[in-house]
C-alpha cells in the first residue's frame, strides 16, 4: 500500500557513499523493518542500522543517534522536511499511498453539500493526489481552495498535527474542509486550529465522517478546568524536548520567567518524551506546562496524574491572553 521508493534510497546510500545508515520508520511501517534493512543492505552494502526510538513525526529526526552511530544518511519515512538537519544528511520518504479520488469525492460530496466553497487539506501521505481531488470537487461544482506557502508543511494543502497554517491561509475564503486522511488526529487539529467544520474523507476503509466545534465541546469544558486548576498551585514543571523539531527551551525559560513575576515557582524539565514513567516522580510539581509537542497536553499522556498545559493555556493562567482568544483559532499555535 505505501510507496517505500527503495529504488530512490539505494539511489542516495551509492551518491552519497554512505557506508553506514540508520533507517527511521513509524510505528505503521516497522513490520516491515528487517525486509527493508536487508533490501538496502544487499543493494547498497551499506551497514543498515534500525532507529527504535519513536518517530511521531519529523520533529523527531534521530539526529543524536545518527551521530552517535557515525553514520552518512539517515532515511527518514512517513513525514517531509521539518526542520533544518544540522550536519546530518536526511532522505526523507514520504511512504505515500494511492487513493481512488472519484470514489473519494463521490463519498464525500453529500456530507460537503451544505457548504459551496471547500478548503482541501491531507497529509503528506497523499499530497500527491490534491490536483485529482480537486478536479473531482469542482467538477461537482464546489469552489476549492487548497492553501500553500507554509514553512513546516512545504506541499498544498498539508497539514501536520500540530501545524495547519496551510488550512489556516484559507480559512478565510472557505466555509468549511474536506480532510482527506485516517484517523480523527488531524481532523480535530484542523477545528481547533481554525474552528471551522470538517468534512472527512478515509480512503482506508472509505468512511466518511463530519466533525465540528461542538463536538470538542467536551475537550473545552476539560482545558478550561485544568487552567483553572493550575491558577491556583504554587509548583509548575515547564517541559522542554530534546526532540529537534519540538525544541524550545527559550520559549520555557520566557515562561519560567513569567510565572515567578506571578509568584508561582516554575521548574524546567528537560527530557525526550513526555510519559507518565517519567513526571509521576516529580512529586513536588502540581501541574506541568509543556513546550513541546501540543498535542501531548491536548490529547492527553496515559497515566499523568496532574494537569498539562499548553505553551497558550500558560499565559491564559498567566493573565497574558484570554480563553476565548485562543479556543477554535489558532489553538494549537
Ligand atoms: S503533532 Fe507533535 S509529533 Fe506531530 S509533528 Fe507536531 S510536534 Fe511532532
Redesign the pocket.
Known sequence: MYHLELERVVEEIRSRGADRVLLQLPDGLRPLAFQMAKALRKSTGAHVFLSGDSC?????LAVNQARELSVGLVVHYG?SR?TADDDVPVLYVHAEVDLDAEALVEEAAPLLSRWQRIGLVTTVQHVHMVDEIREGLRGRGFTVYVGEGAERAPYPGQV????YRNAQAVAGDVEAYLYVGGGEFHPK?LVLSTGKPVVVANPFNAAVSLMTEDDLMQLAKKRVAQIATVRDVERIGVLVSS?P??RAAMVAEMLQSRFAEEGYEAVIIYLDEVRAEHLNNFVEAQAFVNT?????AVDGVSGVDRPILTVLEAEVVLGDRRWEDIWGDGYLG
Open positions: 511521531y513525526g519529523a520533529c523527531d513525514h521539518m501536520l498535527g500540530c501545524y487539529g526532540k523539531g519540538q513541546a509537542c501540543p498535542r501531548v
